[in-house]
């Protein structure tokens, strides 16, 4: 086991910890490239009675408030981070009273600029799990390439970070799994949350809107161009789980979802 937590997950917090307006062809095959959703960036705190996981961490917020560290890294025509005031994941974390000191893991979908920024905030000795797949892809890229790619090297790289790597679905923690939905990016992983009630899977940019998850409807683009037929597999996995009595997949980036429904509320869709 990956994560030194015990028992089930009690909780699970998801949490919006930005936004960033994105075409919706760029979240939908075959969307409209003329629409644009301002899209909230999601993350989820997984509560166990000793410990508690992080999966994906949102933007940098000492890049985006950077200016010239800003202009660096986010210098896109029609892309930008939009970031509340404050730090949107260290400030929830704190509200929902889950201290660093008890952090046991943290997990990252995979290396996209809204989900790895929070990695500054992850202890060192914690282990950060990646796919093996993703994380040695991203890291191999030049400066023009990563940044082409939306990827901030600096977040993943940094020296202190327990890196340790998957290849596949791995179980990080009872109740805790890694599956693989590569496609989006050489190595994009969902996580499953098993909760008393039932069994959330967070799907991350494997499909940003629910409706890519209802009819099995690939992301719009793919870090590599031959990982287009992977993509499509892993929307057709993420339609099948959700067929599956007691278990919800939740999309990564929709701004028609709640993010704000906790295990032990009412819920449904
Ligand atoms: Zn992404």
Not at 13 to 35: C, F, K, N, Q, T
Not at 71 to 91: E, I
Not at 202 to 217: G, S
């Amino acid at each position: 086991m990956t994560f030194a937590v015990t028992g089930r997950p009690l909780r699970l917090h998801p949490m919006v910890v930005g936004y960033e307006p994105i075409a919706e062809s760029i979240s939908v095959l075959g969307g409209d490239p003329a629409r644009f959703l301002l899209e909230p960036v999601t993350v989820a705190a997984v509560v166990y009675a000793d410990g508690w996981v992080l999966l994906d961490t949102g933007f940098n917020v000492e890049i985006v408030r950077d200016p010239a560290r800003r202009g660096h890294h986010f210098n896109y025509d029609s892309y930008t981070a939009v970031v509340p005031p404050g730090d949107p994941l260290a400030d929830q974390l704190g509200a929902l009273g889950l201290p660093w000191s008890s952090l046991r893991g943290c997990a990252i979908s995979h290396t996209h600029v809204d989900h790895t920024g929070g990695l500054r905030h992850v202890p060192a000795g914690v282990p950060v799990v990646f796919q093996r797949a993703e994380y040695e892809y991203a890291a191999a890229l030049t400066p023009a390439e990563a940044f082409a790619r939306t990827v901030v090297q600096s977040d993943f790289l940094r020296t202190g970070l327990a890196i340790e790597l998957l290849d596949g679905d791995t179980e990080l923690a009872p109740g805790l799994t890694a599956l693989d939905t590569s496609g989006h990016t050489p190595g994009h992983q969902s996580f499953a949350v098993e909760l008393p009630t039932r069994t959330i899977v967070l799907a991350c940019d494997a499909a940003d809107l629910r409706i890519q998850i209802v009819d099995a409807i690939a992301c719009g683009t793919t870090m590599r161009p031959s990982d287009a037929p992977a993509a499509e597999a892993a929307a057709r996995r993420l339609r099948d789980l959700d067929r599956v009595a007691g278990t919800e997949v939740w999309p990564g980036h929709d701004p028609d979802w709640s993010y704000t429904v906790r295990e032990g509320e009412d819920h449904g869709h």
